[in-house]
T-cell receptor
Framework: GIQVEQSPPDLILQEGANSTLRCNFS?????LQWFHQNPWGQLINLFY???GTKQNGRLSATTVATERYSLLYISSSQTTDSGVYFC????????????FGKGTLLTVNP | NAGVTQTPKFQVLKTGQSMTLQCAQD?????MSWYRQDPGMGLRLIHY???????DQGEVPNGYNVSRSTTEDFPLRLLSAAPSQTSVYFC???????????FGAGTRLSVL
């Protein structure tokens, strides 16, 4: 099946800093999603972005499907951005089996 | 709008006991799925369903059973719990299998 790798595994920022999280996938995809898991465990969908660029406030995401990677940008980070960021994807041949990366643990210090 | 509701939030079992984790959604989504989350492993797909009466296995199905008799409900059954099934379980739903996934709050299960 498809392999999804995220980097970096851990990231520590000061409030106000910018960051870029990366997600590499091993096969062509028709589904790429970014999620944030807050410190209480809740998983929230941030972006559905199989290709192209989207922005939502201080967050934006870009997926370059031909080169098999996606980037999540966080600008002017806040302490509430802390948590684990996951990307997930499925390959074109297995539309219903979503594979998650192991996540990036982000800590934003005040 | 409740979204995806999981019960219970916490559960402790003894090895060999059985139980059912409940998952219900009120968004009329056809696709529902169960994941387990273990430290350092991300989320792994256990079973999924593309509609009432249709289920299939995910990446780690052993030790778990599912059925889907209605669009709203997708219970996950542990027939004989094992310590290796200690984990946090998440249920998710979406309009289609490749659509935006909406997650429940999770069930933290400990098997002693």
């Amino acid at each position: 099946g498809i392999q999804v790798e995220q980097s970096p595994p851990d990231l520590i920022l000061q409030e106000g800093a910018n960051s870029t999280l990366r997600c590499n996938f091993s096969d062509s995809v028709n589904n790429l999603q970014w999620f944030h898991q807050n410190p209480w465990g809740q998983l929230i969908n941030l972006f559905y972005i199989p290709s192209g660029t989207k922005q939502n406030g201080r967050l934006s995401a870009t997926t370059v499907a031909t080169e098999r990677y996606s980037l999540l940008y966080i600008s002017s980070s806040q302490t509430t951005d802390s948590g684990v960021y996951f990307c997930a994807s499925n390959s074109g041949g297995s539309n219903y089996k979503l594979t998650f990366g192991k996540g990036t643990l982000l800590t934003v210090n005040p | 709008n409740a979204g995806v509701t999981q019960t219970p939030k916490f559960q402790v079992l003894k090895t060999g006991q059985s139980m059912t984790l409940q998952c219900a959604q009120d968004m009329n989504h056809e696709y529902m799925s169960w994941y387990r989350q273990d430290p350092g492993m991300g989320l792994r797909l256990i079973h999924y369903s593309v509609g009432a009466g249709i289920t299939d296995q995910g990446e780690v199905p052993n030790g778990y059973n599912v059925s889907r008799s209605t669009t709203e409900d997708f219970p996950l059954r542990l027939l004989s719990a094992a310590p290796s099934q200690t984990s946090v379980y998440f249920c998710a739903s979406s309009v289609t299998g490749d659509g935006i996934q909406y997650f429940g709050a999770g069930t933290r299960l400990s098997v002693l």
